[in-house]
């Protein structure tokens, strides 16, 4: 399900119960990657908190889920009426710019399997459950590489017995095992999160 389209006026935002929302940074060239992910601890349409109408971004529901929304022009006006909400909003864009900056910096870093033990990790905290529905396809569009680079960053996480994936599903099996693998790249954004919202 598609949230947002790039370039195109946000309407409404999210609030997700579960599932995983994604959001995709798009290049000229056509290339895309993930640049920030959120489930129940977020929302789309950050934007609109800071001001702007939209963003050259698009955001999908990478794992369907349930939640609510509310257009754009209610939450602006709740906003208004009641700062303590826009504190707690804002205090999340930061949170997001965190992560952001964080996947910038593992995309540039970190080996492939450390950022894929990363974002298995990112998603295993929004979840219940240790089983992601996810196509190598998919994994190579939000880690910015060919299909062929998830397969084998799969297979070392696989041959390190940390996850077992089978056609479009991978299952934890070992999660100390995945943040040991994605100890330089994981834990900050998460404990910035948990500065905020304790």
Known sequence: MVLESANRSIESVYFPVSGIGSIIALGT??????????????????????????????TLMQVPGHG???PVD???????QNPALRR?????????????????????????????????LMCHDRIDGNSLAQTHEFLSIMLGVRRAGVTIGIHILEGKGMIRATRGRIQILDRE????????????PEAEYSRFYG
């Open 68 to 70: 609510q929304s509310i």
């Open 29 to 58: 060239n056509g290339r895309r990657v993930e640049s920030g992910l959120f489930g129940r601890d977020g929302m789309s349409g950050t934007s609109v908190l800071i001001g702007a109408d939209r963003s050259p971004n698009d």
């Open 88 to 120: 707690h909003l804002t205090r999340y864009v930061q949170a997001l710019m965190i992560q952001t900056a964080h996947t910038a910096l593992s995309n540039v870093h970190a080996k492939l399997e450390d950022r894929l033990a990363r974002w298995i």
């Open 177 to 188: 095992g995945l943040e040991a693998e994605a100890e330089q790249i994981y834990g900050v």
């Open 74 to 80: 209610r939450l602006n006006d709740l906003m208004e």
